[in-house]
Structure formats: structure tokens, C-alpha cells
């Protein structure tokens, strides 16, 4: 059987894996994981801090955030004219917990 790799394929995914594929993606891109890993426990970071420490430009900065913002991965909040993010441990606590979850079950 030849899988076409089209709108059908894609919706393999099944609907409980929807978000963890999301992560997946988002965490694939290695800027994505350092701005991730710049995180400390509990802090929360603005656009500028994270280009300060970064060799990225903070135009591309501001993509990569928006990119893991939507994945789930990091929360987003204004502060007066600031927007800081934060790692959403929650989230990636029961996403991670799922992929166990299947290695336990299936493999």
C-alpha cells in the first residue's frame, strides 16, 4: 500500500497526540532549544533579555518565541509594554508523561 503523503496522511496523527506533536516540532529547530534551556526554574523573560544572550537577531528571536508560544511550550503575559514568557511546565510535564505513557504501553 503507497501512503500519499497529502491532508490524509497528515491526519494520521491521532487527536490526544495533536499536542505533543506540536512540541515535537517546535523543539526541533535548535534555536528553538536553546531559548528554551536559557530559562532558569520559575523565570520569566522578555524578547530583549533572551536576544541579549543569544546570536540571534531579536526580529528572529521574536519568531522562534512565537513559534514555541503556540506549541504550547512557553506561556506569554504583558506586563505594561513588555510581554515576558515562561516555561509551561504543565503542559510539558503531560506531554512528556503521554510519550511514556506509549513506550510503556506499545514498545
Not at 532549544?33 to 537577531?57: D, H, K, M, Y
Request: charged share 25%; hydrophobic share 45%; glycine share 4%.
Amino acid at each position: 500500500m503507497i501512503i500519499d503523503m497529502n491532508d490524509d496522511y497528515l491526519r494520521a496523527i491521532p487527536e490526544a497526540w495533536q499536542d505533543i506533536s506540536a512540541v515535537f516540532s517546535a523543539l526541533g529547530d535548535e534555536h528553538r532549544q536553546r531559548i528554551l534551556l536559557t530559562f532558569e526554574a520559575g523565570e520569566r523573560l522578555n524578547v530583549g533579555q533572551i536576544a541579549e544572550v543569544s546570536s540571534l537577531a531579536r526580529s528572529t528571536v521574536s519568531h522562534h518565541l512565537k513559534v514555541l508560544r503556540e506549541a504550547g511550550v512557553l506561556v506569554s503575559e504583558r506586563a505594561g509594554k513588555e510581554i515576558y514568557f515562561r516555561v509551561n511546565k504543565a503542559f510539558l510535564q503531560k506531554a512528556f508523561c503521554k510519550v511514556s505513557a506509549y513506550l510503556d504501553a506499545y514498545l
